[in-house]
């Protein structure tokens, strides 16, 4: 019957001691975040294209949150500084991923401010990365003897335009990429808020 006691209160302090370590200290360290200076709230378009990042699944192959300089290459990628907390404030639900199979994107509004970049990559990838295994979304654009007023034309290069037609950017592609040109964190932060 000793044992058993032993046995239990053993089991006892190591729960303890597990929910004192994983619920209650974290508990006590995280405070309420602000948003960072300069971080702008996304506009309706910006939540649609959002929305589609989502639906496409784009965060299984792209993350959003570059990390300091003392732990990966990404700054030296261009991926801009490391992400603070802040920089997700109106992020619901938080976007970060986990895989980097392409390029993480939470600054790619700065690396890549072209509209017209971001269509004709959505549509044909490598015809902008040659060897990119990102799928193309042909299913956002129209194919079109010719354009309308109104039309957001894809221009793309040489071989990849379709043979006497023009592609147009259905309003799914234009929301999404206004999304992509919103993932814009050059803004500075206050050296306490980056860890490093």
Not at 19 to 48: D, F, H, N
Not at 141 to 165: S, T
């Amino acid at each position: 019957m000793e044992s058993e006691y032993k046995l239990l209160g053993g089991a006892m302090v190591t729960l303890a001691l597990a929910t004192s370590a994983l619920v209650v200290v974290p508990y006590l360290q995280v405070k309420k975040v602000e948003p960072s200076p300069g971080l702008k709230p996304y506009t309706e378009v910006e939540l649609r294209g959002r929305q589609q990042y989502i639906d496409m699944g784009c965060v299984y192959c792209h993350s959003q949150q570059p990390r300091s300089q003392n732990q990966a290459p990404d700054f030296q990628r261009g991926w801009g500084r490391a992400s603070v907390a802040g920089d997700y404030f109106y992020d619901t639900p938080h976007l970060l991923g986990t895989m980097r199979t392409g390029p993480d994107l939470l600054n790619i509004g700065a690396r890549q401010p072209s509209v017209d970049w971001h269509l004709g990559h959505l549509y044909q990838p490598r015809a902008y990365t040659p060897g990119s295994n990102m799928p193309s979304y042909p299913f956002m654009f129209e194919l079109k003897d010719k354009a309308e007023d109104g039309d957001k034309v894809v221009n793309l290069p040489g071989d990849f335009a379709p043979e006497g037609k023009v592609v147009v950017a259905k309003q799914e592609a234009l929301d999404l990429v206004q999304y992509l040109l919103a993932l814009d964190r050059t803004y500075p932060v206050s050296p306490a808020s980056v860890i490093k």
